[in-house]
């Protein structure tokens, strides 16, 4: 395991053929979309001719599903639903999560509120996308525990727009993981890598972002280079700090970045692992909260000793 001042040489020469190879074989540009979504017609939203019924409690919200600003949300709790009425043309349902929800069901209903079929809202994904089937009539969706939904749109296609950088979860044993403070830190301090981030061998871990909106950021980043894998979001209270190195656990509990990290190196098991300067960014002690955890998970790893359960 090292540090990424050490590492980045050897990751390059590793990756630079593969980049070469993959140059010649795609026209420019081509890897920034997928051929399903080339091959797709232009959606048609058709948002407005649906019908969305929300609690009473929150319906003078329902203009934040469609402001564009992931930062806004309508809240439910788990006894509250939210149900949309879909033309006939309706193919498929975006739905911006405000965090990834722990237990969702999306839900296809027909005309007589029979249900079509059934979808449990993935619990790693801040987006997802969920075809809408012929005969379908209204959608409902609710959860087991309270939820928040950002946007939602309907269009009439069953594949996903390109401008809603829809991503899979990140499947584990990535070749390389990039663990990183903020967002925003892929491209400050590692945008020499960026361009190998487009591999689905690549994960990107954020253990802290300012909001929702910049993780949404995060993704469309990726989206744009070529990647598939939404990154890991840990979700710890946004820091940027500039204490002494010494006073790092003033921002964050040591114990609970420390099982963090053993839990995510143990469930992804990378080949590789990348992190700040073990010295800390610019001065920054949560780039080096970030350097050591990296490198103390990568020894606990394999210990069972360490295991926290």
């Known amino acids: 395991m090292f ?14 053929v593969l ?26 939203d058709l948002t407005d001719q649906c019908e969305i019924t929300l609690p009473e409690r929150s319906e003078s919200f329902l203009y934040r599903f469609t402001d564009g600003r992931y930062n806004s949300r309508v809240s439910f709790t788990k006894d509250e639903t939210l149900t949309i009425a879909v033309p006939d043309e309706a193919a498929g349902l975006y739905v911006a ?25 993935s619990t790693e994904l801040l987006n997802d996308y969920y075809i809408v089937p012929e005969g379908c009539a209204s959608i409902r969706i609710s959860g087991e ?17 390109d401008a809603l950088s829809i991503m899979a979860a990140q499947k584990t044993q990535p070749e390389v993981m990039i663990v990183l403070a903020h967002t925003a830190d892929e491209a400050y301090y590692f945008g020499s890598l960026l361009p190998y981030c487009r ?12 909001s929702r909106e910049a993780q949404q950021e ?19 209270t946004y820091f940027r700090s500039y204490m002494d190195n010494d006073q790092m656990y003033a921002v964050m509990d040591e114990d609970e970045i420390t099982e963090y990290m053993l839990r995510l190196v143990r469930k992804y098991q990378p080949n590789v692992l990348i992190t700040h300067d073990i010295a800390g960014e610019d001065g920054d002690c949560t780039t080096a909260l970030a350097a050591t955890h990296v490198q103390l998970a990568a020894e606990q790893a394999t210990e069972k000793k360490y295991d926290p359960d």
């Open 3 to 16: 540090n990424h001042r050490t590492l980045l040489s050897r990751l390059l020469q590793g990756f630079v």
């Open 19 to 44: 980049a070469l190879f993959v140059g010649l074989l795609l026209p420019v540009g081509s890897w920034t979309k997928t051929a399903h979504a080339e091959a797709e017609p232009d959606a048609t």
């Open 97 to 121: 999560w405000y965090t990834a929800p722990e237990s969702a069901l999306v839900e296809m209903l027909d005309s007589s509120e029979a249900v079509i079929s059934t979808t449990t809202a």
């Open 145 to 161: 525990k309270a939820f928040a939904i950002s946007e939602l749109s309907v269009y009439d296609t069953e594949t996903p727009p």
């Open 199 to 210: 591999s689905d061998d690549v994960a990107v871990v954020f253990l802290m972002a300012y």
């Open 218 to 236: 995060a993704i469309e980043l990726q989206y744009s280079i070529g990647s598939r894998m939404q990154p890991i979001f840990a979700g710890f």
